[in-house]
Nanobody, 130 residues
C-alpha cells in the first residue's frame, strides 16, 4: 500500500499562511484520492479537503472554503494544502489520507468522512497563535 508523510506544519500568526505537503511512496499514487484531515485533542478527526485522482476534482469543508487550496503534483507523488488567512481555530494536527476504491473515495472526498479504508500519514502540527 501507499505510504504517506506530511510536512510543512509550524507556528504561524493569525492571518498567516502555510503550505502542507503530503508525499507518497510506492507504486500506484496516481490511483489514490488524497484527503486532508485535522484533529485536536478530545475531538474527532475531521475532513477539510480532498482531491480526486481521476480529474483533479476538489472538495472543501465549509469551514475552510476560500482559505484552503488543495493541489496535486503526480510527477512528484505529492499533494499540497495551501492554507491562507489562518485562524486560531485552524490549530490542529493535520493528516493526509489515501483511498483507491470508489466507495471509499465517495465517503472521503465527497463526504469528507473518516473511513476504515483510509491509509494515513503520521501528521504534521499547525499552531496559529499571536
Amino acid at each position: 500500500q501507499v505510504q504517506l508523510v506530511e510536512s510543512g506544519g509550524g507556528l504561524v500568526q493569525p492571518g498567516g499562511s502555510l503550505r502542507l505537503s503530503c508525499a507518497a511512496s510506492g507504486f500506484g499514487f496516481d490511483y489514490y484520492a488524497i484527503g486532508w484531515f485535522r484533529q485536536t485533542p478530545g475531538k474527532e478527526r475531521e475532513g477539510v479537503s480532498c482531491i480526486d485522482n481521476n480529474n483533479g476534482e476538489t472538495n472543501y469543508a465549509d469551514s475552510v472554503a476560500g482559505r484552503f487550496t488543495i493541489s496535486r503534483d503526480n510527477a512528484k507523488n505529492t499533494v499540497y494544502l495551501q492554507i491562507d488567512s489562518l485562524k486560531p481555530e485552524d490549530t490542529a494536527d493535520y493528516y493526509c489520507g489515501a483511498v483507491h476504491n470508489a466507495r471509499s473515495r465517495q465517503d472521503m472526498c465527497v463526504g469528507l468522512r473518516v473511513v476504515d479504508t483510509i491509509v494515513w500519514g503520521k501528521g504534521t502540527p499547525v499552531t496559529v497563535s499571536s
